[in-house]
């Protein structure tokens, strides 16, 4: 049994990320946006975005409202490109605009992490995911961040099925009208203190949603976003660096 288990790992190696804040994604994946100064018929460039992520004046992104269609990067490839930065989660959502000229990380701002989050979930962090109106794809990644190649579950971050024995709510999708109150009563359900992520595009802003009538995220409107996982949908890298900066960041 020892010698064909050994003969497994020599055929396939290690079949999970020994340390998930190292690896690099191949090419076709799209991370944190970088603008360069190059100028631009700005207008034209603002029309191209079908979710207005792309502002002017100066030149922007939105990535809580970028769907990474690359749109963009295709017809000004001098002026935006895709960088391969995975790690874009933050908890303040101004972060997420990405600006001309600046070619810094999107980050963890520890003085806006809440002193009960590191004081509690530190070691382990039990979470329950809403798919609110999701179109599946954000729900795919979610599903993959406890698999073997991330295994999530070693760092004590898993999903359970009831709220009651959670640490927060992951939601995906735009919230629709239809689940604005299931997503109420399963807020109300998870046991103080709680936390809030916003996983994908839709969950930040509603992404090609955004200002439908069928939408309801009143819910976003009452209470405290701890983190924001930008994409469309996001890596499970950008998940699982994500969470485990908001948990582990010590104020200095």
Do not use: W
Request: proline letters at 7%.
């Amino acid at each position: 049994m020892i010698f064909e288990e050994l003969t497994i790992l020599k055929q396939h190696g290690r079949q999970y990320i020994p340390d998930v804040t190292k690896p690099e994604l191949p090419g076709p994946f799209k991370g944190r946006p970088e603008i360069s100064t190059v100028k631009v018929d700005e207008d034209a460039l603002v029309a191209l975005c079908p979710t207005g992520a792309i502002g002017k004046a100066p030149v922007s992104i939105d990535m809580g409202k970028c769907v990474m269609c690359g749109e963009c990067s295709f017809k000004y490839p001098d002026k935006i490109k895709f960088t391969k930065d995975y790690k874009i989660a933050t908890n303040i959502r101004e972060r997420l605009i990405v600006t001309e000229g600046n070619s810094a990380p999107i980050v963890i701002d520890p003085q806006k992490v809440r002193q009960e989050i590191t004081a509690f979930f530190g070691r382990s962090l039990k979470l329950r995911q809403i798919s609110a109106a999701g179109a599946n794809a954000d729900e795919a990644e979610l599903n993959a961040c406890g698999n073997v190649n991330f295994d999530m579950g070693r760092f004590g971050i898993e999903f359970l099925a009831s709220p009651r024995h959670c640490d927060g709510i992951v939601i995906t999708g735009p919230i629709s009208e239809n689940m604005a109150e299931a997503a109420q009563v399963c807020y109300d359900a998870v046991p103080e203190p709680k936390l809030i992520i916003l996983f994908g595009t839709d969950a930040i802003s509603g992404g090609i949603h955004e200002g439908s009538g069928a939408l309801n995220r009143t819910l976003l409107a009452k209470y405290n976003v701890d983190l924001y996982v930008p994409g469309n949908p996001p890596h499970p890298l950008t998940f699982v660096n994500g969470i485990l900066d908001l948990i582990r960041k010590k104020k200095k």
